[in-house]
């Protein structure tokens, strides 16, 4: 979960900011109602002493009548007609998510109550939408290339198994014998009972891959992320992040004892400079915290520009590979690769739930480092590890991503193809530059929508809605493999442009996207 952190974050002045900073350009201020009436106000009372002015109002009264059909396809009169439906919305929402539930019930005219609360207003809608509800779809079998979804074979075309390794027997054999050999649970956490040798051999594998003396690893991604930062930081210490920085990586900064961090604008690191040199103490030390590829965007994070500023100010580098390991760089090693191995980080975190065909989550580090996050990883002392099964497929897939190189060359191929087909019949996907593409509309109604064409057609696609993406830029994350022909990705373009022209945006929405100038 990226962007604004909508939901988690306590109401405070910051929060009503933002709500405010949303709401806002649907809304007419008090101030706006200022210049007419102090205008009819001054036109009464020359009414008052001149029939010459009863004329002119006469007129001007006509005058509006006359061009009420211009009147109303002016953007202030729109805004006018917004600010009376969303009024209340932002009356009543006590986050930033409520402002989208709500506002949502608006548009699809559902009724709602007075003071109603977040759970109520969510309840309506699962109600309303009934069997078009667009998450958690029930799905069978995916160790085939389609899948059942709600007793439909379809393809899965937002999956995160970018090297198809999830569909690969050899990962999947080396895991039932894994869990053979070791069983399925483990005693506890690794401090007490729980230190199964199978997992050391994962974290030599890890350490291996990224060229660090040591890894360790946790039952998930958002475990390790967290944990990276909560154990690591001091109180005191100046955090600062890229503003889209995964919400494991933001629970980690709460959780620590520095407690909040800065944060710049997506890849901006003049403004992250800015940031440091105006607000940094001489003796705080400085953490800085980016992702590899990031997740709902799909562009990569400058780590050069990142480990210079870094190295200027005497920082602490952490890198989220989750999505990075295994789709950039020639051979999969990440971002590091990506930018021929010139720049490092000093943390690596990430997760085995994306190219690596399996659950749990590691850092990689140096030895010290790794010793000392034995006992001050919160999810690693007070959280059991992940099972033999799971780093079974954990080891054998970082094998094979060893062995079979063009694995990763093939995914980057498709991904460039599925990009361009995207770019060239004009959907819009951002700065994506890897497998993950967002295709970006700015309608959350017609994405459900769009969402239930697709699947009708027989593909299937998560929708991406806020709190994970900004509320008026609801995506589809498309994900191209490695496996997938060329057929197979224009199909996929077909099926957009069939959806798109059977799914127009709501009408209201588009009156928003006018008025906001989107
Ligand atoms: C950037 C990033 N970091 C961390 C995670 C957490 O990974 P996991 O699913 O293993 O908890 C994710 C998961 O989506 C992610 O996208």
């Not at 009024?87 to 402002?99: G, H």
């Not at 608006?106 to 003071?115: A, N, S």
């Not at 999956?159 to 080396?174: A, G, H, K, M, P």
């Not at 085995?352 to 000392?372: E, H, M, P, Q, W």
């Amino acid at each position: 979960m990226d962007y604004l952190d909508y939901k988690h974050e306590p109401i405070n002045k910051e929060v009503e900011e933002k709500k405010e900073k949303f709401v806002a350009p649907f809304i007419l201020k008090k101030r706006h109602f200022i210049l007419p009436i102090i205008a009819t106000s001054l036109l009464y009372l020359a009414y008052l002493h001149s029939t010459a002015m009863v004329l002119l109002v006469i007129t001007t009264y006509l005058m509006i009548y006359i061009n009420r059909h211009t009147i109303k396809k002016s953007i202030w009169y729109k805004k006018l007609n917004l600010w009376f439906l969303y009024r209340d919305v932002q009356k009543m929402s006590k986050n930033l998510n409520q402002v989208q539930l709500l506002l949502t019930k608006k548009l699809l005219e559902i009724p709602i109550g007075k003071e109603e609360s977040e759970v109520k207003s969510f309840m309506d809608l699962i109600d309303y939408f009934g069997m078009k509800y667009p998450f958690m779809n029930m799905i069978k079998d995916t160790k085939e290339e389609r899948i059942w979804v709600q007793g439909t074979h379809m393809r899965c075309i937002s999956s995160y198994s970018y090297l198809s390794l999830t569909e690969d027997v050899r990962v999947q054999n080396f895991a039932l014998e894994s869990a053979k050999k070791y069983s399925t649970g483990n005693h506890g956490p690794r401090m007490l009972c729980g230190n199964l040798c199978i997992l050391e051999d994962l974290e030599k594998d890890i350490a291996k891959f990224f060229d660090r003396e040591g890894a360790l690893v946790f039952s998930s991604g958002y475990l390790a992320c967290m944990s990276a930062i909560a154990g690591y930081v001091q109180k005191g210490d100046f955090l600062i992040m890229d503003k889209l920085c995964h919400n494991s990586l933001k629970a980690g900064v709460r959780l620590s004892l520095a407690g909040s961090a800065h944060y710049f604008k997506h890849n901006n690191f003049e403004e992250a400079e800015r940031i440091i040199a105006k607000k940094k103490k001489k003796n705080q030390r400085l953490i800085m915290i980016i992702e590899g590829v990031y997740s709902m965007d799909g562009d990569i994070g400058h780590l050069d520009k990142a480990r210079k500023l870094c190295d200027k100010y005497g920082g602490t580098l952490i890198l989220d590979e989750a999505h990075s390991l295994g789709t950039i760089g020639k051979t999969g090693r990440g971002t590091e690769e990506y930018y021929d191995f010139k720049h490092k980080a000093d943390i690596i975190v990430g997760t085995f739930s994306k190219s690596i065909a399996s659950v749990g989550g590691y850092i990689a580090c140096s030895n010290d480092l790794r010793t000392y996050y034995t006992l001050y990883a919160p999810g690693l002392v007070f959280s059991a590890p992940l099972s033999a099964y799971n780093t079974g497929a954990a080891i054998k897939s970082f094998s094979i991503i060893n062995q079979e190189p063009e694995k990763v060359l093939k995914l980057q191929e498709n991904s460039t193809y599925l990009r361009n087909k995207f770019r060239e019949h004009k959907f819009n996907i951002g700065n994506s530059e890897t497998c993950v593409i967002p295709v970006i509309f700015n309608d959350p109604l017609q994405t459900i929508n769009l969402h239930y064409f697709m699947k009708k057609k027989g593909f299937f696609t998560a929708a991406v809605m806020a709190p994970a993406c900004p509320i008026l830029e609801p995506r589809f994350r498309i994900t191209p493999n490695c496996t997938q022909t060329r057929q197979d990705l224009d199909d996929i373009i077909n099926v957009f442009i069939e959806a798109r022209d059977a799914c127009p945006p709501h009408p209201k929405f588009k009156e928003i996207k006018e008025v906001l100038g989107l």
